[in-house]
C-alpha cells in the first residue's frame, strides 16, 4: 500500500482534501489526521470491518477500547443510551477541547470499536482539521494515536509516517499538535436515570486517563471526582484507552529517577559514566533548568519547568529522538511537582515500565 502525506493547513483546511480523505474513511479506510492533542488513525466508528483495521494497522490488541470523535453535541443522542446532566456541564466547559468522556454505548456502536465493552468512549477535539474531517465524513470517527501500537504517540505527521507508512492510504500533514498528550478521560457511565427522570449513582465520576484538562478542573464543575484504581493497576481490565499494555515507550530500556535535585543528576551521571565503560549510549531526558548538569552521550531538554506546557508538548517527540539517535539506556527526569504532571508522569510511567529509582 503506498502512503499519501497531504499537507493541509491547520487552521482552514483545504476542502478537497478533506473530501478526498472523507472519501476513504466513508469506503472503510483508515487516515491519519492531526488533533489539538496528537495525531489520530481515524476509522469509520460504526463500521465494525472499519474498527478492525485500525487494530491490525496498529498492531493494537483488540480489547483496547477506541474514543470515537464527533463534531456536534448532539451526535452524542445516535451513540450513547443516556446523556447525564454532568456530560452537557463538562461539555459546555470543555468542548471541543482534549476530554474525553464515557458513557453507556447504544446499539448502534459496534462492540468492535469499544473493545468489547458496553461502554463507549467520546469526545469533541478542538482542531479545524479533524472537526471538518469529522464532518465531512458522517459525524463519528474511531481514532486512537497514529502509531505504532506501544510506542511513543505521534505529534507530527513525520512521527506517524514512521511507524506506519506502507499500512494506511492517508496522512493529513497539519504540522505539529498544539497539546502534545492525549485527552483526559473520565468515567460517567455509573450515573443512571431512574424511572421518575432522577438520576442516581454509586459512584463519583472517575479519571480513568490524566491528561492537560485536570481532576480539580473536572471538579470545580461537576463536584467530587476521584482517580480510578486502574491507573495504577497494570492487571485492571481497560475501561478506557491507555488504561493496560505498554504504552508511549521508546525502544531502549529507560528509567525515571526521583529524589532531590542534586541526588538525581549524580545518580545518573554516574550510572551513565558506567553505560559508557560497558559501551552503552545513554540518553537523559531533563529541563532546561538542568540541562547543564549531565555528562552523557545524549542530553536533551523538554522544556522548562516554568512553562510546564512546553514538557507535555515535547515529551513524545523527545522518546522518539532518543530512539532515532540509538540511546541504549534512558534515564529521566521525574515531573510530579507540576500542575499537569500527574499526567506527564502517567506517560512517563507507562513509558518506562513504572520503573522508578527513588535517590
Known amino acids: 500500500m503506498i502512503t499519501r502525506i497531504e499537507k493541509i493547513n491547520p487552521?482552514?483546511?483545504?476542502k478537497e482534501r478533506i473530501q478526498n480523505a472523507a472519501d476513504i474513511l466513508k469506503e472503510g479506510g483508515l487516515v491519519a489526521f492531526p488533533t489539538e492533542t496528537v495525531y489520530g488513525l481515524g476509522a469509520d466508528a460504526l463500521r465494525p470491518e472499519a474498527a478492525?483495521?485500525?487494530?491490525?494497522?496498529?498492531?493494537r490488541p483488540s480489547d483496547n477500547p477506541l474514543i470515537i470523535h464527533i463534531a456536534d453535541f448532539k451526535a452524542l443522542f445516535r451513540i450513547v443510551k443516556e446523556i447525564p446532566p454532568q456530560a452537557r456541564l463538562l461539555a459546555d466547559a470543555f468542548w471541543p477541547g482534549p476530554l474525553t468522556m464515557i458513557f453507556q454505548k447504544s446499539m448502534i456502536v459496534p462492540r468492535e470499536t469499544t473493545g468489547g465493552l458496553d461502554t463507549v468512549a467520546v469526545?469533541?477535539?478542538?482542531?479545524?482539521?479533524?472537526?471538518?474531517l469529522i464532518r465531512e465524513s458522517g459525524g463519528y470517527i474511531a481514532a486512537p494515536s497514529a502509531n505504532t501500537s506501544g510506542r511513543p504517540s505521534p505529534t507530527l505527521a513525520e512521527h506517524v509516517a514512521a511507524d506506519l507508512d506502507g499500512r494506511i492510504?492517508?496522512?493529513?500533514?497539519?504540522?505539529?499538535?498544539?497539546i502534545g498528550i492525549e485527552s483526559t478521560i473520565v468515567d460517567l457511565s455509573c450515573m443512571t436515570k431512574k424511572a421518575d427522570g432522577e438520576w442516581t449513582t454509586d459512584e463519583i465520576p472517575m479519571v480513568l486517563r490524566p491528561g492537560y484538562i485536570t481532576r480539580?478542573?473536572?471538579?470545580g464543575v461537576v463536584g467530587a471526582v476521584g482517580d480510578d484504581p486502574g491507573l495504577t493497576d497494570a492487571n485492571a481490565h481497560p475501561k478506557a484507552p491507555g488504561m493496560k499494555y505498554r504504552h508511549y515507550a521508546p525502544k531502549a530500556e529507560?528509567?525515571?529517577?526521583?529524589?532531590?535535585?542534586?541526588?538525581?543528576?549524580r545518580r545518573i551521571n554516574a550510572m551513565a559514566a558506567e553505560n559508557g565503560q560497558n559501551g552503552e549510549k545513554t540518553g537523559v531526558i531533563c529541563t532546561d533548568e538542568t540541562k547543564d548538569c549531565y555528562r552523557a552521550d545524549f542530553v536533551r531538554t523538554i522544556g522548562s519547568r516554568a512553562d510546564e506546557e512546553s514538557i507535555a508538548r515535547h515529551l513524545y517527540a523527545t522518546l522518539r529522538e532518543m530512539d532515532a539517535l540509538g540511546a541504549d539506556r534512558i534515564y529521566s527526569e521525574s515531573f510530579s511537582a507540576l500542575r499537569i504532571g500527574h499526567a506527564v508522569m502517567n506517560r512517563l510511567l507507562k513509558a518506562a515500565g513504572h520503573h522508578v529509582m527513588e535517590v
Open 254 to 265: 529507560m528509567i525515571i529517577f526521583s529524589g532531590k535535585r542534586e541526588n538525581v543528576i
Open 216 to 219: 480539580e478542573m473536572l471538579a
Open 169 to 178: 492510504p492517508m496522512i493529513l500533514d497539519g504540522g505539529a499538535v498544539g
Open 11 to 14: 487552521q482552514n483546511p483545504e
Open 123 to 132: 469526545r469533541m477535539p478542538d482542531h479545524p482539521v479533524a472537526l471538518a
Open 52 to 59: 478492525k483495521k485500525i487494530y491490525a494497522a496498529k498492531g
